[in-house]
């Protein structure tokens, strides 16, 4: 049983950061493509970035390109998302999730993804 477990939101002013990790267990992600979402109160679930679990290859979001960088530590099962210049616009709860069909390709669509996290709030004041 795959579960993923986020920790590191809260509250920060604009211009901060934060730190998300995002504890993965149940199996290896050799395969899978990791990402992390945000869903903004009355908003669709949003693609923010996403990794490679073995490449470590990348991509991320225009709105959060230059600001937040995205990474894996493949023994401890972990992804981390460090997010810098924070604006209150990135205020949502973030998610991480698993594809586990994306060895080669991903998805920005939640829908492809396997396992989530249950969320944990950002909130950005101005």
């Known amino acids: 049983q795959v579960q993923l477990v986020e920790s590191g939101g809260g509250l920060v002013q604009a211009g901060g950061s934060l730190r998300l990790s995002c504890a993965a267990s149940g199996r290896t992600f050799r395969s899978y493509f990791m990402g992390w979402f945000r869903q903004a109160p009355g908003k669709g679930r949003e693609f923010v970035a996403g990794i490679f679990w073995s490449a470590g290859s990348t991509i991320y979001a225009d709105p959060v390109k230059g600001r937040f960088t995205i990474s894996r530590d493949i023994a401890n099962n972990t992804m981390t998302l460090q997010m810098s210049s924070l604006i209150p616009e990135d205020t949502a709860v973030y998610y991480c999730?698993?594809?586990?069909?994306?060895?080669?390709?991903?998805?920005?669509?939640?829908?492809?993804?396997?396992?989530w996290g249950q969320g944990t709030q950002v909130t950005v004041s101005s």
């Open positions: 999730a698993a594809d586990k069909g994306g060895g080669f390709y991903y998805s920005i669509d939640p829908r492809a993804y396997d396992y």
